[in-house]
């Protein structure tokens, strides 16, 4: 079956860094897109960042540019998402999502049909 595992979350404080993996099982990882949301407490789900499934286009919502960084390792069926300068407003449930041939323009919740459980960012200031 389709499992996405994430890792990497932890309590931080404002400035520092974490990187984020999201190792993938029982799909095809080199054809789907992947994607990043985040879920603050009491907030809705929202997107974070999105990579090609061919790898060569990204986009990032507008709070994360130039602070985030989304890549993906198709020999190890992991997307990753390097975050600095870490901010409060950060804090959240980060999960990852996968599209088969998903753009990365796909931002919606509901765009996406297979996600993780998750893992716990929490930025301290």
């Known amino acids: 079956q389709v499992q996405l595992v994430e890792s990497g979350g932890g309590l931080v404080q404002a400035g520092d860094s974490l990187t984020l993996s999201c190792v993938v099982s029982g799909l095809d990882f080199s054809a789907y897109g992947m994607a990043w949301f985040r879920q603050a407490p009491g907030k809705e789900r929202d997107f974070v960042a999105a990579?090609?499934?061919?790898?060569?286009?990204?986009h990032y919502r507008d709070s994360a540019k130039g602070r985030f960084t989304i890549s993906r390792d198709n020999a190890r069926n992991t997307v990753y998402l390097q975050m600095n300068s870490l901010k409060p407003d950060d804090t959240g449930i980060y999960y990852c999502?996968?599209?088969?041939?998903?753009?990365?323009?796909?931002?919606?919740?509901?765009?996406?049909?297979?996600w993780g459980l998750g893992t716990q960012v929490t930025v301290s200031s």
């Open positions: 990579i090609h499934w061919s790898g060569v286009q990204v």
């Open positions: 999502a996968a599209r088969a041939y998903g753009g990365v323009y796909q931002t919606a919740v509901r765009d996406y049909a297979d």
